[in-house]
Antibody, heavy 121, light 111 residues
């Protein structure tokens, strides 16, 4: 059974960098049959896909246009995990952040437990 | 890229059936069978209920079913139970640069 465990701070100051990590058990970040994604949820924006990374003979990354200039998603094969970095955050980036796997037909399963990140000074 | 449109709420009595619609465009729901549905009880992470329009993952009750017609996908819960009370979201792959788009969410209330 695949499980995703998120970690990272719940409070980030405006203009700083939001950093979260998602540890994978039961699967490999380097698998050729899945992609590893970050999604956020807020009352104002709903559910929003931020981007993902996957390995198909080499590493690929795809990011949502809304955050492309500020976001980086990196795999860490030594720890079997992947990370999210979102630069220059503002209060509008306040949300619950989830990591999730895509393995079958574009469906997200499973999801991490979620991390509420508040951007405030 | 706009979110997929869902009704804000639906309700039904135990044992009844409810259907949630998810309306997109020819760039997402209308062009791809990569439509999925998620159940999210308050304070928890979403859980996959339907993938690829109408397929149920192992462990999901067969009371949950999905379908699609044109730009609109639907989730039907038959034989509604109290434990089905939650928010439900649809998702679709999209040809836009966003790649994945989610629905606005529907609160299911069991009367």
């Amino acid at each position: 059974q695949v499980q995703l465990q998120q970690s990272g701070p719940g409070l980030v100051k405006p203009s700083q960098t939001l950093s979260l990590t998602c540890a994978i058990s039961g699967d490999s970040v380097s698998t050729n049959s899945a992609a590893w994604n970050w999604i956020r949820q807020s009352p104002s924006r709903g559910l929003e896909w931020l981007g993902g990374t996957y390995y198909r003979s080499r590493w690929y990354n795809h990011y949502a246009v809304s955050v492309k200039s500020r976001v980086t998603i990196n795999p860490d094969t030594s720890k079997n995990q992947f990370s999210l970095q979102l630069n220059s955050v503002t209060p509008e980036d306040t949300a619950v952040y989830y990591c999730a796997r895509v393995a079958v037909a574009g469906s997200f399963d499973p999801w991490g437990q979620g991390t509420l990140v508040t951007v405030s000074s | 890229q706009s979110a997929l449109t869902q009704p804000p709420s639906v309700s039904g009595s135990p044992g009844q059936s409810v259907t949630i619609s998810c309306t997109g465009t020819s760039s997402d729901v209308g062009s791809y069978n990569r439509v999925s549905w998620y159940q999210q009880p308050p304070g928890t992470a979403p859980k996959l209920m339907i993938y690829e329009v109408s397929n149920r993952p192992s462990g999901v009750p067969d009371r949950f079913s999905g379908s699609k017609s044109g730009n609109t996908a639907s989730l039907t819960i038959s034989g509604l139970q109290a434990e089905d009370e939650a928010d439900y979201f649809c998702s679709s792959y999209t040809s836009s640069s966003i790649r994945y788009v989610f629905g606005t969410g529907t609160k299911v209330t069991v009367l």
